[in-house]
């Protein structure tokens, strides 16, 4: 078969701005529902100016005649392009109608990322060998044009939740957010999201506190809601980074207050590994540590100390040594 | 021949893909494509043939796209402008932002928020470059970090790995609640949640075994060789399931019931079934093959917690908890 070069669809004359109507034969009766919406999405593409429900109606076959079911029609592709990430801009024009719509090429690609080949083969390793639990990254590599491989044998297993997608583009533009948490509706300007020691965390300014916070995204509850783009305003010389705390126990709301646990000989070893030396405030002769620990989070300090068994003790202060004791004493009621 | 209204999206962006995908070649197998896509052929044909009937109107052959279906490959001239990249939804970034940084953290390059290389962006991994990039396509800053943590013989294993070295470590197992020496010839690392862990042919053992990085509490090479470095064992591995840990045969069933605020369980630990109860809590089946990492568990749960079977580990939680107590309780 000979290669014809034709002029590309975008090379060809632009739509008029007042369009006849198609001829009624030109596309048969029966319109598949992606043909219809394909369709729209090349007209909506390469108009310049925005077109009216009529011209739209006019320019793409498979909408019902003019009325309530065309309008229903054109909300409901309106929503399917929306949840497909399509904006279709909604714009003032003269005329009747007095809006018109179309999808400005800004919202529809992207600035063009100038990946060099060795650069889109990394992302695409990224991408097999990450696993999310979400098929979004290949997605994403479609969308970017990138050959995506198949699944790769992990080299890290990260968990997605419902939520992060949301926060990550308040984060990236810039929003205030609005969420749940404990029971009570915060609302926080978001600064970064990271996933540390297994879990992800929300770390921003929350204005009626007027400090940094840190939330786990596992316990946000929804809704939440992102405000729009460059609402949120995190002040000058915010340091998100060092409100990200090392350790579980470090976030929370109560008054920070050091907790001592002495922990044998067994585990000693690896929990001053993990906590550094700088942790330990005694070492004793039978082998065993005292660790002395900075808590504002008082389950989360009796939770990795259960973990330990009992090869760890919680020795001071009295209220959190007492809290444990409560705690397994409940093993026996 | 048309499906249901709800799938039409999720059409639309597969075939969005496609065509972008097109658009940046000349001809192409159909049997690739549809691979590429996740797509049977005969899906991908019929949405290509669909594809060759929409363009702009009035719908003349000369303003349609132009897409040609053959036996076995597919041709199309559809222009630069489809062929552009096209922005991301907010889901697609995220996840592609987080398998990016999660693979640079993997392989020890970039900090969880850096940009560039250690000593400059000339001297970045295509990896590093690559999300410099989509960070500055995407806001310009960076919206997502991971860490995947750095326990202490972190290094050395990987370097172990790389070169082909076998090691001795000193282990603190969490099994058997009990610290060994073993020589082991390592073979791959792999971050699952927040914890490192080893494959290797472990010679004590006389089999492949998973350790987690952050209970080896030393680690030096032995000098020799790593025997198991390449071909039989490490093809093997693919075998062993994905996740820390896949209870084999010898495992046992236990059932717990958990109320409401223990449902970060279901993703923390790996969890072979889960169903709701009538009184409202989860019945929830593990594997377990050490009895250690079950105390542990029910004591972190609490005693609302309540093992349903089998009958011999019921009691189970309660006597870790007096065992424990015994810490705190004057003789």
């Not at chain 1, 098929?135 to 992990?154: H, K």
């Not at chain 1, 939330?215 to 929804?222: C, K, L």
Request: glycine content about 8%; overall charge negative; hydrophobic content about 40%.
């Amino acid at each position: 078969m000979q290669a014809v070069r034709r002029p590309a669809l975008s090379e060809r004359a632009p739509l008029a701005p007042t369009l006849s109507p198609v001829p009624s034969g030109a596309k048969g009766s029966r319109i598949d529902r992606l043909e219809r919406l394909t369709d729209l999405v090349l007209v909506l593409l390469n108009t310049r100016i925005p077109l009216s429900l009529r011209e739209l109606a006019d320019a793409v076959p498979g909408y019902p005649p003019e009325g309530e079911a065309r309008r229903q029609a054109f909300e409901r592709d309106k929503r399917t392009l929306r949840d497909q990430g399509i904006a279709v801009a909604t714009e003032a024009i003269d005329g009747p109608e007095q809006v018109g719509y179309r999808i400005r090429p800004d919202d529809f690609y992207l600035p063009d990322l100038r990946l060099e080949p060795d650069e889109q083969a990394a992302l695409n390793v990224a991408v097999a060998e990450v696993h999310l639990g979400d098929p979004s990254g290949r997605d994403a590599l479609w969308r970017l044009g990138i050959p995506s491989s198949r699944p790769l044998a992990p080299v890290a297993d990260v968990p997605s939740l419902p939520g992060l997608a949301t926060l990550f583009e308040a984060v990236r533009s810039r929003a205030g957010v609005e969420f749940g948490y404990r029971g009570e509706r915060r609302r926080l300007d978001p600064a970064l999201l990271r996933f540390r020691q297994g879990w992800w965390y929300l770390v921003g300014f929350d204005r009626a506190r007027e400090a940094a916070r840190t939330f786990r995204v596992d316990r946000i509850e929804a809704p939440v809601t992102a405000g729009a783009a460059g609402s949120a305003s995190v002040p000058e010389g915010f340091d998100a980074e060092s409100a990200l705390p090392d350790e579980p126990w470090k976030i929370g709301e109560d008054e920070p207050r050091p907790v001592h646990v002495a922990v044998d000989a067994l585990e000693g070893p690896r929990v001053v590994q993990a906590l550094g030396e700088s942790s330990v405030s005694e070492r004793r002769p039978d082998g065993s540590v005292v660790v002395e620990l900075q808590v504002t989070n008082e389950r989360a300090l009796l939770s990795w100390a259960l973990a330990l068994g009992a090869h760890a003790e919680v020795l001071d202060p009295p209220e959190v040594r007492a809290a444990m004791v409560e705690w397994l004493r409940g093993f026996d009621r | 021949m048309s499906e249901p209204q709800r799938d039409a999206g999720a059409r639309l962006e597969r075939l969005l893909a496609v065509l972008t995908w097109l658009a940046q070649r000349d001809r192409v197998p159909l049997a690739d494509l549809a691979e590429r896509f996740a797509i049977s052929p005969e899906q991908l044909v019929g949405d290509l043939e669909l594809a060759a009937c929409c363009g702009l109107p009035p719908y003349t052959p000369d303003r349609l796209m132009e897409i040609i279906v053959g036996e076995e490959t597919v041709e199309a001239q559809l222009g630069p402008e489809l062929g552009r990249p096209r922005r991301l939804s907010a889901q697609e970034g995220f996840a592609l932002a987080a398998a990016a940084r999660a693979s640079a953290a993997a392989h020890g390059q970039g900090g969880p928020g850096a940009q560039g290389g250690r000593h400059g962006p000339e001297d970045s991994s295509p990896l590093e470059r690559a999300l410099a990039k989509l960070e500055a396509a995407l806001g310009g800053h960076t919206a997502v970090g991971v860490e995947l943590g750095e326990p202490a013989h972190l290094h050395t294993v990987r370097d172990a790995i790389s070169s082909g070295s076998q090691l001795r470590i000193d282990y603190l197992s969490a099994w058997r609640d009990a610290r060994s020496v073993r020589v082991v010839d390592p073979l791959r690392l792999a971050a699952y949640g927040g914890n490192w862990y080893l494959d290797a042919w472990c010679r004590t053992a006389g089999g492949t075994r998973r350790f987690r990085v952050d209970r080896i509490l030393g680690a030096e090479p032995t000098g020799e060789r790593s025997q198991h470095a390449d071909g039989d064992e490490l093809s093997k591995l693919s075998e062993l399931a994905e996740g820390p840990f896949v209870p084999g045969p010898e495992a046992t069933l236990v059932r717990i019931a958990i109320s409401g605020d223990h449902a970060w369980l279901v993703d923390a630990v790996p969890v072979i079934e889960t169903s709701p109860m009538p009184d409202g809590r989860t019945e929830v089946t593990l594997g377990v093959v050490s009895t250690v990492w079950l105390e542990r568990l029910l004591l972190q749960l609490g005693p609302r917690t309540e093992v349903l079977g089998p009958p011999e580990l019921r009691d189970l939680g309660r006597d870790a908890a007096r065992r424990v107590l015994e810490r705190y309780t004057p003789p």
